[in-house]
C-alpha cells in the first residue's frame, strides 16, 4: 500500500514452504523445498512448535492441537532428504520459524498464509496459527466480510424467468452457465424466455449464442478498473496497452447503462434525439474512458483526491 510508510530499520522476515521457485520463494529470508505430499506435515511441524510454546487457554492452541495431533512426524529419512542430508538442519529450520513467528505475534504482526492450491488441512493449520498469533481482529489481518444481500441463487433465477418476473437478464464473463451448469437445469431454454439477455464476454461461448445480444468484452491488460481485496486494501488496475479491438470491460458497460438511464429514449426512437454512443477504450477521438472517470470519483471519495496522489498510487 503506497500510503503506509515503513519506518527505517523495520523489516519482515519471511519464510516460504514450496515446491517450485516462485518470485515469492526468491525473495524469502528462508525458503525450504518440499514435495507436495510434504508441506502438509511441514506445516504440522511449525503447528505443533507453536502450540507447544501457548500457554492454556489462549487462542488457537486447542485447534492447533486437535489438528497435529493425528499428524505422525516427519521421519528421519524425510528430513535428511528436504536439507542435504542434515535431519539437524531441518529441526532448526522449524523451531527457527516458529520461534520467528511467536515473537512476531500481535502488535508487531505475523501472519502465516497458505497458498490457494494447498489442501483443507493446510488451511485450517493457517487459520488455528494465525488465530494463535493474533493476526485477526487488529493484527496483520483484517477480514473484510462483503454481503450477499439480495442474491439468490440459481434455482430462483430458473424459477423467475419460468414466471416472467425477470424478463431482463446481463452475463458477465467468464461466467457461462449454459455450459457450466448441469444438463438437467436446462439453463438455454429458461434463459430465452427472456424478452432481452446480454453476454459480455471475450468468446461468443455456448452462453452467448444463446443471448439476444452479444457485446465483445475487453482484456483486463487493456481496461481501468479498481478492486479491494479481503483485508481492505483498496487497489487500482491499470491497462498496459490500448484498446485493440474495441472492447467493453465489465465496469465501462455497466457505467454506460447507468448513464442511459436519464436518456429520452422516446425521443430517440422518433428521430428528435441521436442515438447515445457506447464508448470503449479511450473513447472518441482519444477521450479517457468512462471506467477511467469512475475509478478516479471512486478514488476522491477515498479522500486520496488530487494529481499527485493519483499518480503515487498508480
Not at 61 to 73: F, G, S
Amino acid at each position: 500500500d503506497y500510503d503506509h510508510e515503513i519506518e527505517a530499520g523495520q523489516m519482515n522476515r519471511l519464510y516460504m514452504v514450496e515446491t517450485a521457485y516462485s518470485l515469492t520463494g526468491g525473495m524469502a529470508d528462508h525458503r525450504l523445498r518440499v514435495a507436495p505430499s510434504r508441506i502438509f506435515k511441514v506445516a504440522a511441524a511449525v503447528a505443533k512448535k507453536i502450540e507447544a510454546a501457548l500457554p492454556d487457554g489462549a487462542p488457537g492452541k486447542d485447534e492447533l492441537r486437535k489438528i497435529t495431533v493425528a499428524v505422525p512426524p516427519i521421519s528421519l529419512e524425510e528430513k535428511k532428504a528436504l536439507l542435504g542430508g542434515d535431519d539437524k538442519a531441518f529441526d532448526q529450520w522449524i523451531r527457527g520459524c516458529a520461534d520467528d513467528l511467536l515473537a512476531a505475534a500481535g502488535e508487531k504482526g505475523a501472519v502465516v498464509l497458505a497458498g490457494s492450491r494447498q489442501g483443507e488441512g493446510v488451511h485450517r493449520l493457517a487459520v488455528a496459527m494465525n488465530a494463535a498469533l493474533g493476526a485477526y481482529g487488529g493484527g496483520a489481518l483484517t477480514v473484510v466480510r462483503t454481503g450477499r444481500l439480495g442474491y439468490h441463487d440459481i434455482d430462483q433465477l430458473v424459477e423467475d424467468l419460468d414466471r416472467g418476473t425477470v424478463d431482463t437478464v446481463i452475463l458477465l464473463g467468464p461466467s457461462n452457465p449454459v455450459y457450466d451448469l448441469p444438463a438437467d437445469v436446462e439453463f438455454a431454454k429458461h434463459l430465452a424466455k427472456a424478452k432481452l439477455s446480454i453476454h459480455l464476454g471475450l468468446r461468443t461461448d455456448a452462453t452467448a449464442k444463446v443471448c439476444s445480444w452479444h457485446v465483445p468484452a475487453a482484456h483486463y491488460l487493456e481496461s481501468w478498473s479498481d478492486a479491494r481485496s479481503a483485508t481492505g486494501v483498496y487497489s487500482l488496475v491499470q491497462p498496459m496497452i490500448l484498446p485493440l479491438y474495441g472492447g467493453l470491460s465489465e465496469l465501462e458497460f455497466l457505467s454506460q447503462l447507468l448513464a442511459w438511464k436519464e436518456v429520452d429514449w422516446t425521443k430517440v426512437e422518433s428521430g428528435e434525439a441521436e442515438a447515445p454512443v457506447l464508448l470503449s477504450g479511450e473513447g472518441a477521438e482519444g477521450a479517457a474512458s468512462v471506467a477511467y472517470h469512475e475509478v478516479r470519483k471512486t478514488f476522491a471519495e477515498l479522500g486520496e483526491d488530487g494529481d499527485t496522489a493519483w499518480k503515487e498510487a498508480l
